[in-house]
Structure formats: structure tokens, C-alpha cells
């Protein structure tokens, strides 16, 4: 149990370098969506599963679903911005 422990923090360590580091908006979206899913196994394995279900809804879920219609709706600016310089 305790090597499964380790193996999720390292994970939720690798995961806020890399969202830092990354150029990509979905990538970085992508990997928030997984450290909050990580965080919620945390949780469950502290034996507080109000919080891990918090976690998972909250950070995995509404959060990232957010987060993805936000990128959505930044593209189709762009692309409509696009689309009219080009005419």
C-alpha cells in the first residue's frame, strides 16, 4: 500500500510540472483533468471519501468540463477573427 502511495504523489508531482510546462491548452487541460483524478484516489486512500467524491466531480468533472467549452469557444473567436481577415 505504501508503494501505491508513493507511485500518486510522484504521479500528482509529474502532473503539476508538466501543466506548468506545457504549451498545448487541451494537453494542459488533459493533465489537470488527471491530477484531480489522482488527487481523488489520494483521498479515497486516506480513508475520506466525502472529499474524494468532492474532488472528483468538482476538479475532474465541472472544472474540466468548463475548462473544455472555455478552449471551445476561444477557438471558434479565433477562427471567426480568421476567417474574416482573410476576406
Not at 508513493?6 to 493533465?31: D, F, G, P, Q
Not at 475548462?67 to 481577415?85: A, C, F, S
Request: overall charge neutral.
Amino acid at each position: 500500500m505504501e508503494v501505491l502511495k508513493v507511485i500518486l504523489m510522484l504521479t500528482l508531482i509529474v502532473c503539476a510540472i508538466t501543466v506548468s510546462r506545457v504549451k498545448n491548452l487541451l494537453t494542459c487541460i488533459i493533465i489537470f483533468m488527471s491530477y484531480s483524478c489522482v488527487m481523488s484516489l489520494i483521498w479515497i486512500l486516506l480513508q475520506s471519501p466525502d472529499l474524494a467524491i468532492t474532488e472528483a466531480a468538482v476538479g475532474a468533472g465541472v472544472s474540466g468540463v468548463m475548462l473544455l467549452l472555455t478552449l471551445k469557444k476561444i477557438h471558434k473567436v479565433k477562427g471567426g477573427r480568421n476567417d474574416e481577415e482573410e476576406e
